[in-house]
């Protein structure tokens, strides 16, 4: 296993001598198998190594027992150690998140505090790796994703992407060394749990070698998709001149599509399947198309650029932070969000003319959420449809020219995903498997 380690270290040139690399260590088998491996490795490699512990403060007594055991491990092994305490409940409060989605932006941000000059090294294994794959896949993916989790992205590096789980538990059981097991990794209250529990065993059923087979599959993925990213890299570097891209059409369209998904990302705007392969139309054929807000994508058929071009007659820009509680970005109106277990529901609710009421799946929203008023060029795909509708034309036709003013709409990292009077997006609507559900209330005094 140890030679596993090294060759991939070396293929991605995860460390140059003398480096110093930090262990991200929960106490599970995984990451100590991560800092018992580098120790033995480190002066094959030149390295140092050092080992840093989030404690999330999610499991009690647990949580606290966890980080003791990194401590005493740490300790025997005379490797530098540091403990980090976070909140995460009261910063998934604060930020409407989930509480799997909390814990990871806290972790990232701890680690990008104490790695400063460093190598961050996390436990990330070949089981890991299939399944980040169908996670991407049932969410919806290109080859980027297909490709997995990178060994090597920014100063993160990842020995373990070649070791399965089953030979990470041999390798400490050779070595008499225990670990401590999450107990929440035992439960499917999490989407990569029911992957985990459910999936992969019945994958398994089909190929006893999935893990084996996948690391190479994926190995594949990820060349091809490296070449893919170089010649975007050549085509950016002769066609992109601040936001505009000149000559991009002789491309094929992949890179082409690469090439808009970058100019989206690097501004920040939106980005998803349908948003490119429009832009990359309108990047041959001409024509305009809103991304968000004022923002558009504005193309004559040779070049394409992204442009600013606001509504004169459109409302003043009113937008603020959902949080879980009350919100309000309309004097005399309120907006009441409330997350709850689908499980305790409560069937029926009472409607009347200042009240509406609204659900939908809380752990479907990408990133932070939004509530705004409207924008010139909104568009939404509807619960139960399969394309997406201009809100303009929805409001004209559904909505009295009295109510159009103080219409409230969220928008997550995707776009808009609730449309007052209007309806949620198909992609955020609650289904069987739907675990956390986001009520939303309007009051109207």
Not at 166 to 188: K, Y
Not at 197 to 219: G, W
Not at 386 to 394: A, E, H, I, Q, T
Not at 427 to 438: E, G, S
């Amino acid at each position: 296993m140890l030679d596993k380690i090294e060759d991939l270290a070396k293929k991605y040139d995860m460390f140059i001598p003398g480096d110093s690399v930090v262990c991200g260590l929960s106490g599970g088998a995984d990451s100590v198998c991560l800092l018992l491996s580098l120790s033995a490795l480190s002066e094959k490699l030149g390295i140092k190594v050092e080992a840093l512990h989030v404690n999330h403060c999610l499991r009690g007594s647990e949580s606290d027992r966890d980080e003791e055991f990194c401590r005493l491990l740490c300790a025997r092994l005379a490797v530098p150690f540091t403990a980090v305490s976070c909140d995460v409940s009261g910063y998934a409060r604060e930020h409407s998140l989930s509480t799997e989605i909390a814990a990871r932006e806290l972790r990232y941000s701890i680690f990008r505090e104490h790695t400063d000059e460093k190598k961050l090294a996390t436990a990330h294994n070949a089981d890991d790796n299939i399944e980040t794959v169908i996670l991407n896949l049932v969410r919806g993916t290109a080859l980027k994703g297909l490709a997995g989790i990178p060994p090597v992205r920014g100063n993160i590096v990842r020995p373990l992407l070649s070791v399965s789980r089953a030979e990470i538990e041999a390798f400490l059981t050779e070595r008499g060394q225990d670990f401590v097991t999450d107990s929440t990794n035992l439960t499917d209250d999490y989407t990569r749990n029911k992957i985990r529990h459910r999936i992969i065993p019945l994958m398994k059923e089909l190929n006893t070698s999935l893990t084996a087979t996948s690391v190479s599959s994926i190995d594949g993925l990820r060349d091809e998709n490296s070449y893919i990213e170089a010649q975007t890299d050549i085509a950016e570097a002769k066609c992109l001149s601040g936001d505009t891209l000149t000559g991009l059409s002789g491309y094929d369209t992949v890179i082409r599509c690469r090439c808009i998904s970058r100019l989206l990302v690097r501004n920040g705007l939106p980005v998803s399947h349908e948003r490119i392969r429009e832009c990359e139309d309108l990047l041959i054929n001409g024509g305009k198309l809103n991304i968000s807000g004022d923002i558009y994508f504005v193309s004559d058929g040779s070049s394409a650029s992204l442009r600013y071009i606001p509504d004169e007659a459109a409302p003043e820009l009113l937008s603020a932070p959902l949080n879980i509680g009350e919100n309000s970005i309309f004097s005399g109106i309120k907006v009441v969000c409330e997350l709850i277990d689908k499980n305790v529901m409560t069937p029926g609710t009472d409607v009347n003319k200042k009240l509406t009421f609204y659900v939908l799946d809380y752990d479907k929203i990408k990133g932070g959420a939004v509530l705004r008023n409207r924008r010139n060029g909104d568009r939404i795909q509807l619960r139960g449809r399969d394309f997406r509708s201009s809100v303009k034309k929805l409001i004209n036709a559904k909505i009295a020219p009295e109510d159009r003013g103080t219409l409230h709409f969220i928008e997550d990292d995707e776009g808009t995903i609730f449309a007052e009077k209007l309806g949620i997006a198909q992609r955020v609507a609650p289904d069987r498997d739907t675990k956390n559900l986001l009520t939303i209330t309007i009051v109207r005094d």
